[in-house]
């Protein structure tokens, strides 16, 4: 049907630490990888950098979980890019490296290349994303699971308020300078993120209870990064602590 477009389900899943958001994300990630493996042969998923994650990629890392994942039929990508070198401290890349990569038998995964020119970086990788799912001209990758965080802004990957990706409907991945950072990022769009199967948030702290409350007001107008973030034909997963629930941290 031309124009249809589904209501939008958000799951909002609310524990009392980061240990057992992990466990949840986990579970929802091996049955999208159960998922698309058994329907396409593999599964394709994008991760996002930040200190909320680790926990979760520190599980994925464990004997009884990394070892029963079928690392051979996952395809890795990252949400957004810093644009420094693989090896320095603020690469998501080298985040995702150190806690989970190191520790399993994931062959393939793709960096954005932040030590190149940003604008080169965004264009190889878009062709990346071209090349690897088969794309036509036009067309938009759809990733089986990606992972996102948000901040006390409202941004989310590297999509912050009055960014260009916010209005960009062609491409797949943008470079952009981002003053509130005084540095260059590199970031999948925002089309790219709502054509994906199931898009999974983290998010902690009681400072994130105000914006947390604003993103999940799905009958508002987005105004926030993160709001615009609504799945067209998938999931939109919220895996929240309950000091960010709440408000209040615990003691």
């Not at 810093?82 to 062959?107: F, I, K, M, W």
């Not at 941004?155 to 409907?169: C, N, R, Y």
């Not at 799905?218 to 960010?244: H, K, S």
Request: proline share 5%; aromatic share 8%; hydrophobic share 40%.
């Amino acid at each position: 049907m031309s124009g249809y477009r589904r209501s939008i389900h958000l799951n909002l899943h609310i524990h009392r630490d980061p240990a057992a958001m992990a466990e949840r994300c986990a579970h929802i990630f091996a049955e999208q990888c159960e998922q698309a493996i058994n329907e396409r042969g593999t599964c394709s998923i994008a991760l996002s950098g930040g200190v909320t994650p680790i926990p979760f990629f520190h599980l994925l890392a464990r004997d009884d979980w990394g070892k029963h994942l079928p690392w051979e039929k996952i395809n890795i990508y990252w949400v957004d890019e810093r644009c420094v070198g693989p090896d320095h401290q603020d690469s998501n890349y080298g985040l995702v490296r150190r806690e989970l990569l190191a520790h399993v038998a994931a062959t393939h995964y793709y960096r954005m290349k932040g030590e190149s020119d940003p604008v080169l970086a965004a264009q190889a990788y878009e062709q990346k994303l071209y090349t690897e799912f088969a794309l036509s001209e036009g067309e938009i990758p759809r990733f089986d699971f990606i992972m996102l965080g948000m901040g006390e802004d409202g941004h989310t990957g590297s999509i912050f308020a009055g960014s260009p990706a916010l209005v960009e409907k062609k491409r797949l991945v943008i470079d952009q300078y981002v003053p509130e950072r005084a540095a260059d990022r590199l970031t999948l769009t925002l089309p790219v993120l709502n054509n994906a199967r199931c898009c999974v948030f983290m998010v902690t702290g009681a400072e994130k209870h105000n914006v947390l409350s604003k993103a999940l007001d799905l009958l508002a107008e987005p105004t926030m990064p993160a709001q615009m973030v609504r799945p067209t034909f998938g999931d939109l997963v919220w895996i929240v602590d309950e000091a960010a629930a709440t408000g209040v941290e615990r003691n």
